[in-house]
């Protein structure tokens, strides 16, 4: 085993890091399987599919949403190959951030933690609104129960704050329930129009969805974009290491399944939904359901296989968006939890629970800010679905994406830099050169794009919004200054954690 004399720089007192370090998350919990469940929690592939992917079909390619599903995923795929190679050699729960910090430096380190900061609070914080509302609906259409979508948010708030603040496993147990029934339900309606064929059963399947002239139909890139929101939190598998069983081996695998399953589950569902409805006047179609285009998939459902099977949909409808608050929640108090104990943030959020081992400052902290900016929303009467929803989980996916880009770049750097660990160049210079032009372009299309991806083009808040991005960018790089001049040892460590092993070995198998 060899250990780079930048990985642990001789010169620096380790008093602030043997503290840092005495902070510890329950170890060895999290298997693959546990790992993959959460990070698809957080991509909802029920809330995906009723809800993104009509709008994708809507406003960008029409019935070539699948063959856009199939571009997106074969995108991550080669992000996952980079982002993997590195987390063989890198275990720490600050994810993209202390990817950033060894790739590129402490400066864009710190300007990438509040960037995630802001993406992935922004992403949970939002989520609240289309969780209110549609379990709103579900209550009034189903019980005659008419509750305020605010009510219905504020106790799903005081439920995750119980989970996130206690044993990471016990987060485990009921996403598990969660994620397992949304697919179950989405399954059994993609198997009757397997079973019935095309267009209410009238017709034969087609494959016209995955041909160039269907893939190049309407706008792609919006399609692409739409379809990139639906993978958010696949790369959350890293922000689990230090809880994972053997992390270089769990982390990587876990980041391939989720994608694989996240993929194909998505191609083949907008297919079949595609054919279920006919390629030909879809767009129309969807534009008539106009102000709510997710009444799509429930359509199809109501057709193919009944009532029950419907209403139970829409039951979990309001749950598959829950699993994904829980999902963003633990991984935003894991993210706190890194950065208080790196020093960016007030050290109180870097310590865990006693008993639970979980990292519950900071989710007492994200807890209290949601609370705070859903009440704004509130009592200032903006719209659950079209204000708090699309706003805020738009800025959390354009920040993401420009993390994720970075992260790229800092894959890229950090094995020039470490030529010995891993020496495949596909892994380690071909992926992530690809990963970072692509994802590059990627973002900078959906910040150029994004008054139309709030359905607000001629709004300030087109600008303003990702202009927010920049904003944290910069408060993150002046908190590495600070750190610099307050902590030297801390600041010489960023993104280095108790445990880091370069190790040449690691890269194999």
């Known amino acids: 085993m060899t250990t780079p004399p930048e990985a642990h720089p001789p010169s620096v007192p380790t008093d602030h890091i043997e503290r840092r370090d005495s902070q510890k998350l329950r170890a060895g919990k999290l298997g693959t399987l546990a790992i993959a469940f959460l990070v698809v929690s957080a991509a909802a592939p029920l809330t995906a599919m009723a809800g993104g992917a009509p709008v994708a079909m ?3 390619n029409g019935p070539g949403v699948p063959a856009a599903y199939v571009i ?25 951030y202390s990817f950033v910090a060894r790739g590129l430096g402490q400066y864009a380190g710190g300007a990438a933690a509040w960037i995630a900061l802001l993406g992935y609070n922004t992403m949970q914080i939002g989520l609240y609104g289309l969780f209110g509302s549609a379990t709103a609906s579900f209550l009034s259409e189903n019980f005659g129960w008419h509750v305020q979508w605010w009510v219905i948010a504020f106790i799903g708030m005081a439920i995750i704050a119980v989970l996130g603040y206690r044993q990471v496993d ?18 059994i309606v993609d198997a009757a129009v397997v079973a019935k064929g095309g267009q209410g059963g009238t017709t034969g399947l087609s494959l016209d969805s995955f041909s160039w002239s269907s893939l190049t139909t309407g706008s792609l890139a919006v399609a692409l974009l739409f379809n990139s929101a639906s993978y958010i939190g696949f790369e959350a598998t890293t922000i689990y290491s230090e809880e994972a069983r053997d992390p270089k081996r769990t982390v990587p695998r876990a980041t391939y399944l989720a994608v694989l399953v996240i993929g194909t589950f ?8 595609v054919n279920a409805q006919g ?10 359901l106009q102000p709510d285009p997710t009444a799509f998939l429930f359509e199809i459902s109501q057709t193919y296989v009944g ?8 039951l979990l409808f309001a749950t598959s968006v829950f699993a994904a608050l829980l999902a963003f929640h633990n991984a935003v108090a894991r993210y706190l939890y890194a950065l208080g104990r790196e020093g960016l943030v007030p050290e109180r959020l870097g310590r865990t629970h006693p008993r639970h081992l979980s990292p519950h400052a900071g989710s007492v902290t994200q807890t209290v800010l949601a609370l705070v900016v859903v009440f704004i929303f509130v009592v200032t009467n903006q719209d659950p679905v079209l204000a708090l929803f699309t706003w805020l989980t738009q800025l959390g996916t354009l920040s993401i994406l420009f993390l994720m880009a970075l992260a790229s770049l800092a894959v890229l750097v950090f094995f020039l830099r470490n030529r010995e660990l891993d020496r495949n160049m596909l892994r380690t210079r071909v992926a992530p050169t690809v990963g970072f032009l692509a994802l590059a372009t990627v973002a900078v299309y959906a910040a150029s794009q994004f008054g139309n991806l709030i359905s607000s083009p001629g709004s300030a808040l087109a600008w303003e919004l990702p202009a927010l991005i920049a904003v944290a960018a910069v408060i993150g790089v002046i908190s590495a200054v600070v750190l610099k001049r307050l902590s030297p040892a801390l600041f010489a460590n960023m993104g280095r954690h108790r445990g880091d092993e370069l190790d040449p070995t690691a890269s194999e198998g």
């Open 58 to 60: 809507l406003l960008g």
């Open 72 to 96: 997106v995923s074969a995108l991550l795929i080669v992000f996952a190959v980079g982002y993997t190679a590195m987390a063989r050699h890198h275990t720490s729960t600050g994810g993209f």
């Open 170 to 187: 016990l987060s485990v147990k009921v996403l598990s329930i969660l994620v397992a029934a949304e697919f179950l339900v989405v399954i």
């Open 266 to 273: 998505y191609t083949i569902t907008t297919w079949l939904m």
């Open 279 to 288: 390629a030909t006047g879809l767009v129309a179609h969807l534009a008539g």
């Open 307 to 314: 009532t029950a099977v419907t209403r139970t949909m829409s």
